[in-house]
């Protein structure tokens, strides 16, 4: 089943890179795929993180069309990660951190396992680009990026504290946003 979804995600996301690169998308979710793997061996969850994206980011690809290539519960863990992008990036990033903090363990895992990704970008690139890598985000401010990563921080911290791809996600957030919390909205 994984290789099935690798397969069709990088289908899916054929065309797409990774936002102010040249790498190609598909590596972010078989990065989170492989996070993934280090918290659970149960393949449908280690499906839904590849094919994560699909349905936000791929406009031919519906909860539907997962549910029959899939099943239900990976289609459904697939739509329960999806973002609303017809609403504003504070509202969207607001409701995945409260629903981070309350999903079903899966669905924080591959939460968890999405932002540690980005966050391995974040801290890849930073050095390189400096405070122009903000630029590449639609909201183009460190302290929005740092307000919603410190957010999902806190809203898995009950139940991914002692997790080594928490731990690993704290140090960068920590590193590359610091500790002081400034404000942002």
């Not at 630029?135 to 809203?155: D, L, N, T």
């Amino acid at each position: 089943m994984i290789d099935e979804a690798i397969e069709f995600a990088t289908k899916a996301h054929a065309g797409q890179f990774r936002k102010g690169t040249k790498r190609p998308y598909i590596v972010h979710p078989i990065e989170v795929a492989d996070i993934v793997a280090t918290m659970t061996q149960d393949e449908e969850i280690i499906s839904a993180a590849v094919l994560h994206d699909t349905i936000e980011d791929c406009r031919e690809v519906t909860e539907d069309i997962l549910k029959e290539k899939f099943g239900e519960r990976v289609a459904s863990m697939v739509a329960l990660e999806s973002e609303d992008k017809s609403k504003s990036w504070e509202e969207r990033k607001g409701a995945t951190i409260i629903r981070l903090k309350n999903a079903p363990r899966p669905i924080q895992m591959i939460g968890l396992a999405d932002k540690l990704s980005n966050m391995r970008d974040i801290d890849r690139d930073y050095p390189a680009e400096g405070e122009n890598l903000w630029k590449r985000f639609r909201m183009q401010s460190k302290s929005a990026i740092a307000w919603y990563y410190r957010g999902v921080q806190e809203a898995l911290e009950q139940d991914f504290a002692g997790v080594e791809a928490y731990e690993e996600y704290c140090r960068l957030v920590e590193k590359n946003f610091g500790s002081d919390i400034e404000p942002f909205i």
